[in-house]
């Protein structure tokens, strides 16, 4: 039972069950730096992500 994310060219897998929040925290992606995307729709960090998905991660680049 497990996820993949994608963030550019790294892929990191972790436990289906959790929030997109627990798992970007678990591998180290600072959830304001990306935007998650299932199956082209936006997901927002409290989205529980089961077995088999992909979520793909967009960096989000701001300056001033």
Do not use: F
Not at 8 to 15: P, S, T
Not at 37 to 53: A, C, F, H, P
């Amino acid at each position: 039972m497990s996820v993949k994310l994608i963030l550019r060219d790294k892929e990191y897998e972790v436990k289906a069950g959790m929030t997109l929040l627990s798992a970007l925290k678990k591998t180290g992606i600072v959830p304001e730096s990306v935007i998650a995307t299932r199956d082209g729709e936006l997901i927002t960090e409290d989205e529980i992500l089961q077995d088999g998905q992909v979520v793909k991660l967009i960096a989000v680049i701001s300056g001033g």
